[in-house]
């Protein structure tokens, strides 16, 4: 059973930076997708940044410059460092995982229903 767990979040002033992480278990064996996605208030859930087991990112061009996905393989932890925090990254960030199979092509544009696993999510506010 795949579990996830997001921490990381709180509140920052613009131009600030923060750094999430996502402690996760049970992911396939197999080729493998994982990622960020965001929800603000009143919006659906917009995919951020992804990788795929090949190691291979992909960024949606709201944070492309921005933000950096990256894993720690051997510690099962899934990064996501924020720089030039703007307010409107305000949101509740969430990680989120399935096997290559399903999240098929491995990017941010996949809609987030088709996506098996989440974690929790983690709040991430950016304001003066």
């Known amino acids: 059973q795949v579990q996830l767990v997001e921490s990381g979040g709180g509140s920052v002033q613009p131009g600030g930076s923060l750094r999430l992480s996502c402690v996760h278990s049970?992911?396939?064996?197999?080729?493998?997708?994982v990622g960020w996605y965001r929800q603000a208030p009143g919006k659906g859930r917009e995919g951020i940044a992804t990788l795929g087991s090949d190691a291979w990112t992909t960024y949606a061009d709201s944070v492309k410059g921005r933000f950096t996905i990256s894993q720690d393989n051997a510690n099962q932890i899934l990064y996501l460092h924020m720089n030039s925090l703007k307010p409107e990254d305000t949101a509740r960030y969430f990680c989120?995982?399935?096997?290559?199979?399903?999240?098929?092509?491995?990017?941010?544009?996949?809609?987030?229903?088709?996506?098996?696993?989440w974690g929790q999510g983690t709040q991430v506010t950016v304001s003066s």
């Open positions: 989120a995982s399935d096997a290559l199979v399903s999240w098929n092509p491995c990017t941010p544009q996949v809609h987030y229903e088709t996506i098996e696993d």
């Open positions: 049970g992911l396939t064996h197999g080729p493998y997708c």
